[in-house]
């Protein structure tokens, strides 16, 4: 995990595109990677997830070009791609130069008049942690391209809420992956100390204050760096299950069994498996709603609670966790976490816990020393604070 301040960084960008393009750009734009505080596998049953924004960004130093060309450089990556605009499709350019391109090709098929840029990339976001950097990257991008073509999308939530579409076709259509709203959503309409309440059916948001500093805890994120076979597969087995549901029980979608009707509904069901999912599911949702309420409550011991009743649900109904996982959201309970859980789509990525905030380092060492018993590989962990969306930083 890169320890640079947002300083530094802006300042690195700034001078890798001043040397590789030969000219100073003509800005540099940021936005965040995220964390779902609860809310797992929700989203495309048209749920409620709660994600904030991390402090750790994608910075993207840019300048118009006059040749409708695009050319793009990730200092992660270390290379540079360029590409016609007009030429972009799914197999062009490609690789992860495909979430830059997918962006500005989204914005031209929406209507925007866009044209060519000159884009650096540089980055602290934990790259295929779950913690969304490829998000990150198209908003950082979608931040610059409103500004540079003077779109004005930036200005209002309606505004935020196009550019965040034109997110979600570019990570679809053009990088290929078939993800929901979440994380864009996040990236570009999360405020400091607050979480996001997504309401993923009718797209309404609402801040909810996340501070857990205020009362003497911290949100602690372990990157597992698990990395499992058959993730693709068992998502799409997980999204057909709910969808075989909703139908065997007459509704569009899991979000219409309400909680209270759902021993009854799941009674209904042929098999003890899809009960189960369906359970996660309703119970999920149902969580969302009390754990933002319990934000607004200022309980978090609650909050932690509603953190492992969601793991253990992920885990046992869901079927979604895995050893790494389970791992470190047990060893953080028994430092004294609040709640712990998985976060992300599961089966690796990585975990969050409410711990006291004089346990920060405890639990990380705890976290690692469990792995290194175990012979996974080592983790990373860090403390985060609900941080700010995508923005212009210089
Ligand atoms: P996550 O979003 O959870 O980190 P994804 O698989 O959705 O994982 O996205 C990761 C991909 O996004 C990378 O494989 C790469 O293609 C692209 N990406 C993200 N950040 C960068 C970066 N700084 N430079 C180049 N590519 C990046
Ligand atoms: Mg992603």
Known sequence: MSERSAAEVVEAVAGAFTRLVGREPAGVWSAPGRVNLIGEHTDYNDGLCLPIALPQRTYAAA?????????????????????TLAEVTPERPGGWAAYVAGVLW??????????????????????GAGLSSSAALECSVAAAADELFGLGLMGSAEGRERLARACMAAENVIAGAPTGGLDQTAALGCRERAALLLDCRSGETRQVPFDPARHGHALLVTDTRAEHALVDGQ????????????????????????????????????SDEMRARVRHVVTEIDRVGRAAAALEAGDLAQVGR???????????????????LDVATETARAQGALGARMTGGGFGGSCIALVPAGSVEAVSVAIAAAFEERGFAPPASFAVVASGSARRDA
């Open 63 to 83: 300048s118009l070009r006059a040749d409708g060309r695009l050319r793009v450089h990730s200092l992660q990556r270390d290379e540079t791609v360029e590409v």
């Open 106 to 127: 989204a914005l031209g098929r929406s209507g925007q008049r866009v044209g060519g840029l000159d884009v650096v990339i540089d980055s602290t976001v934990p790259v």
């Open 235 to 270: 998502y799409a087995a997980r999204r057909q299950s709910c969808e075989e549901a909703a139908r065997l029980l007459g509704v569009p979608t899991l979000r219409d069994v309400p909680v209270s009707g759902l021993e009854a509904a799941v009674t209904r069901l042929p």
């Open 306 to 324: 509603l953190f492992d009743a969601s793991h253990a649900s992920l885990r046992d109904a869901y079927e979604v966790s895995c050893a790494e």
